[in-house]
């Protein structure tokens, strides 16, 4: 299951550009949570805080615990990491979503998928490993949730697939997914064909015209 972590925020009032900078000039990033019944706040959460967090998760859903700080008066909220930016040259942090969850309320999350094991239709036949979906959109409540769906392909043959019906998931959650999709599938191995080389053509026997001297000397021997 995803593992819930626990994060420090304060509440910011300010926006614009100018508040922003300030943010990331005392070592913070402006976050911003929405969802449930509550309205969008705009928070602050420390820099170093939220890269060791995301520096340690294993999938892309983290459950976090929010602390936020407003004025002195501190109020915990459940969220799910909804999106990180970065900075596309320096890949800095500089922004945070929040998506507010209820414990008591299904979620719906893309999980990543990833297989273990060499399959036996790869490793003694010369099959290949083919994976047709890299996440499965999944929904259950936020403390069922899944860090990662790990699928043992090892005794997979050629010829042989794993649906989405087939995934082990978790009790208590639900793939929101066609069941008959493709997930993984064991594809027979290439076969290479050696180019075929025409044969060179049968150069024709060249005749050649006898020198008038030598001509001359072969009517005179028969003579």
């Known amino acids: 299951m995803a593992k819930q972590a626990k994060l420090s925020a304060r509440s910011r009032s300010e926006g614009g550009r100018n508040a922003v900078k300030q943010v990331r000039a005392r070592g913070g990033v402006p976050a911003v949570i929405y969802g449930s019944k509550d309205k969008p706040a705009n928070l602050e959460v420390s820099r170093r805080d939220i890269e060791a967090l995301l520096s340690h998760a ?3 859903n983290i459950l976090v615990e929010l602390e936020i700080d407003e004025n002195g008066k501190k109020t915990n909220r459940l969220s799910l990491i909804q ?3 970065h900075h596309p040259l320096r ?3 500089l ?3 929040f998506h507010a969850v209820s414990m008591t309320e299904k979620i719906s999350a893309d999980i990543v998928i990833e297989s273990y094991g060499e399959p036996d239709g790869v490793k003694n036949f010369g099959g290949l490993l083919e994976q047709s979906m890299r996440s499965v959109t999944i929904r259950c409540l936020p403390q069922n949730l899944p860090e990662i769906i790990r699928v043992d392909v090892s005794a997979m043959k050629i010829g042989d697939s794993i649906h989405v019906r087939d995934l082990p998931l978790p009790a208590d ?6 069941a008959d999709l493709t997930v993984f599938i064991v594809a027979e191995p290439a076969v290479v064909e050696e180019p075929v080389v025409a044969a060179a053509p049968e150069s024709p026997e060249v005749i050649k015209e006898k020198k008038p001297e030598a001509a001359a000397a072969g009517t ?3 003579k």
């Open 220 to 222: 005179e021997e028969k």
């Open 173 to 178: 959650v639900e793939a929101d997914e066609d």
């Open 91 to 93: 890949g800095e942090i």
């Open 95 to 97: 922004h945070v979503d």
């Open 58 to 60: 294993v999938g892309e």
């Open 83 to 85: 999106e990180v930016q």
